[in-house]
């Protein structure tokens, strides 16, 4: 007799990741026949869903030399090391809002909170089916309190992990028999229900439009791909995982600790890369500040919003900073060879705006140290309010003359060695972003 399965419980089961044993190989570079052989590429995209105080972080001068804003001197000591690059935007997500973090690494449209949002497949994503079985780990979904940035190619929101003694775990600790078997059971019981959904599915696509049967093929890709991805999950569980570094993380529980949190995150973070047990991790980050993002410009609020973002911008200076300190075996920085993305979909919390994104970029192979501008009546106008002669931010009303987001992706996944010409709404790589 066949017992239903909730959807809920069916998307847990098909988040089960790719794991193969870490060799030493994996994180240092070797030489054939006297060749260096290059370090592999990483990926880290960091998703904030207030964005920051545009006069605390938008550079009122472009270029390499321009000055460093209140948020950005956290990060001075690696100004060559980051770009910041302002005036970009997701196309046709301007009634979104809120809601538009889940097209914050997909560029999926989302004109309004009524639309029925179909989601593409994420930055991550893409990445990660690129270079499945290379690593322990396809990907790392992690979150500092709830919701994912992380979307299966169909668009199927992927389970985000807020624990960092649960990553710490799957990084180091093996399994005792019990648990193996529980997995395998699981594991096993994943399959039954696949095969059973996968049957129903083939039964009905005799009867539906060619158009539904386009579904319902998109649908029977993505079983194929879990399948496989159970396949060797079971495959893997006696394979031995490196060596823990330290002890387990103790989880913070207390409320108001959200930088704190994050800290511990990050911390697994540089783990997983500097072990290679993953090279694309995503996190959604401080979700707790939504009320004082909304801080109507009263002093007050607008002070503890910023100090809060402070909190993250020096979180994001910690991590680059190990992830630079951190040597590949050629002697390279960890960094050099990992990107590591901050964005939003919202300029910032007050405005709800979902142009002028606030984007980040370090490491990861490309010439960094400037300030790249993609809208310059933007910049005058914050360099207006910071001079205190006017408050009023620019919110375009048309997507006719803004730059893609998602050609700052493009640039990323080309870098990372995939070859593609097109990401989301980006179609071409981003304008003044060099390769070193």
């Known amino acids: 007799m066949f017992n239903p399965m909730s959807r809920r419980t069916f998307f847990r089961t098909a988040g089960v990741c790719l794991a193969l044993p870490f060799l030493e190989s994996m994180s240092r570079p070797v030489r054939a026949e006297g060749k260096k052989v290059s370090p592999p590429r990483r990926m880290v995209a960091i998703g904030t869903p207030f964005g920051f105080d545009p006069a605390s972080f938008v550079p009122i001068t472009t270029g390499r030399n321009y000055k460093l804003p209140a948020h950005l001197e956290h990060l001075k000591d690696l100004r060559d090391d980051f770009s910041v690059i302002t005036g970009l935007n997701h196309p046709h997500t301007s009634g979104g809002m809120h809601l538009a973090e889940a097209v914050m690494l997909t560029g999926a449209p989302y004109p309004d909170y009524t639309h029925n949002l179909r989601n593409s497949i994420s930055l991550d994503q893409e990445f990660a089916s690129r270079i499945r079985g290379q690593t322990r780990y396809d990907s790392l979904i992690l979150t500092t309190y709830d919701g994912t940035l992380s979307f299966t190619k ?185 990107m590591v993305l901050m964005t939003s979909n919202l300029m910032d919390g007050n405005s709800h705006s979902t142009y002028n994104l606030p984007v980040l970029l370090a490491g990861g192979g490309f010439r960094h140290g400037n300030h790249l501008a993609f809208n310059q009546p933007y910049i005058e106008r914050i360099a207006k309010e910071v001079d205190g002669k006017g408050d009023t931010l620019p919110i375009p009303t048309s997507d006719a003359h803004t730059t893609p987001l998602c050609n700052l992706y493009v640039s990323m996944l080309q870098r990372l060695g995939i070859e593609i010409e097109a990401f989301g709404s980006g179609t071409s790589t981003l304008t003044g972003l060099e390769r070193v």
């Open 154 to 338: 169909n668009g199927v929101a992927m389970p985000a992990e807020n624990r960092p003694s649960k990553i710490f775990a799957k990084l180091f600790l093996s399994s005792t028999p019990e648990q193996a078997r529980e997995e395998l059971r699981r594991i096993g019981e994943g399959r039954s229900m696949l095969d059973f959904v996968g049957a129903q599915a083939n039964r009905l696509s005799k009867k539906v439009s060619s158009d539904d049967r386009a579904r319902l093929d998109e649908y029977f890709d993505s079983v194929r791909t879990v399948e496989k991805q159970l396949q060797l999950s079971g495959e893997s569980l006696n394979w031995p995982k490196p060596k823990a570094p330290c002890p387990p993380p103790q989880d913070i529980t207390t409320p108001g600790q959200q930088s704190a949190k994050l800290k511990l995150m990050f911390d697994m973070i540089h783990l997983a890369l500097v072990t290679d047990s993953t090279r694309a991790i995503t996190i959604k980050t401080f979700g707790d500040h939504h009320d004082l993002s909304h801080h109507g410009k009263e002093l007050g609020k607008l002070s503890q919003c910023r100090q809060t973002e402070t909190e993250l911008m020096k979180n994001y200076a910690s991590l680059l900073t190990k992830l630079k300190a951190s040597k590949e075996g050629d002697g390279g920085a960890l960094l050099d060879s990992t």
